[in-house]
């Protein structure tokens, strides 16, 4: 990675010193907001709704939420629409984690340093908790978002980065990919897809939030592609160097499986150099909006140097 300068360090420590208080920030009022609408499912199976909300409220960073609320902040947007989208993304994020441990795709005993869905609930559970939540996600925004026709471009935004030509269409790549050699392409298509399809939405959401045009929604957009791909490019050199304790589930699970990831193309040096660089050009992506801007500069940075 290459050294900063002296001047481009002191304010890269600034930046981190936002993240704290905004990650902070950003998770009290989506689980507030999560735990009033659970709260509305008075008719769901008791042992169903306990499955969905142990890995809903299990912890995490909630950094998709902070992209919805920094993005919206940008614009102005009423708390009364960028509460559902955060807690619609978090309801999807979860859903994937819970179905990405199961057995048969990667066979996790630990996420967030807990047992895993599944081992407490059974797969069975496990499944269903997951496909709760992903349809509670479009319950969430078609409900709870003040303006229809806003609702439905989220909800349009979400389904397409989920789906088949997103995270999910991303997670087939990557279990297909386990039986291939890699190249930069896989890894790159796996990449744009199952990790920054979702982050890049998350900020989308944000500006739909505020009613701002297709130039900023765009501009957030680009950003958010950007902080994903260096957001797995860290989580690999993670898996690679980390220990099962500072990350709360199980590491080099990557290379064991043979996935397709940098680390195994070019090293971790490599693969953080490459994180460094999105980084910039997500930084790049928002200097538009000058000092505004500092959340999601601080987001990204933090991506890059985080431990867990």
């Known amino acids: 990675m290459t050294r900063p300068s002296t001047d481009q360090s002191e304010t890269s420590l600034q930046r981190l010193d936002l993240v704290q208080p905004l990650l902070l920030d950003s998770a ?43 993005c919206g902040s940008l ?12 807690a619609a993304m978090e309801c999807v994020h979860t859903f994937s984690l819970i179905h990405d441990d199961l057995p048969a795709m990667d066979d996790d005993d630990l996420r967030r340093g807990v047992p895993t869905n599944h081992k407490v609930f059974g797969e069975a559970m496990a499944i269903l908790a997951g496909d709760a939540l992903l349809s509670l996600a479009f319950q969430i925004l078609t409900e709870r978002v003040g303006e229809a026709m806003v609702a439905a471009a989220m909800v349009r935004e979400l389904a397409t980065a989920t789906g088949p030509v997103g995270m999910i269409g991303g997670q087939v790549a990557d279990i297909l990919g386990e039986t291939e050699e890699p190249t ?8 744009e897809r199952k990790t920054a399809a979702l982050l890049a939405a998350s900020c989308r959401l944000g500006g739909l939030s505020g009613r701002t045009g297709q130039d900023d929604i ?12 260096a957001f797995q490019l860290a989580d690999d050199a993670l898996d690679a160097t980390a220990t099962a304790e500072q990350l709360g589930k199980r590491t080099g699970k990557d290379t064991r499986a043979g996935k397709q990831t940098m ?19 997500a930084l790049g992506a928002v200097d538009r909006y000058g000092e505004a801007a500092a959340p999601l500069k601080a987001l990204a940075e933090f991506v890059v140097r985080r431990s867990c």
Do not use: C, N, W
């Open 28 to 70: 009290r009022r989506t689980e507030q907001a999560l735990r009033k609408y659970m709260g509305d499912l008075a008719q769901v199976p008791p042992q169903l709704l306990e499955a969905m909300q142990y890995s809903l409220f299990a912890g995490g960073k909630r950094v998709r939420p902070a992209l919805v609320f920094a």
């Open 184 to 191: 930069p392409a896989k890894v790159r298509y796996i990449h």
């Open 263 to 281: 680390v195994r193309l070019a090293g971790v040096e490599a693969t953080l150099q490459a994180a460094d660089d999105h980084v910039q050009r």
């Open 75 to 86: 614009f102005d947007a009423p708390e009364v629409d960028m509460l559902p989208a955060a």
């Open 218 to 229: 765009r501009a957030v957009g680009e950003y958010g592609y950007h902080l994903g791909l």
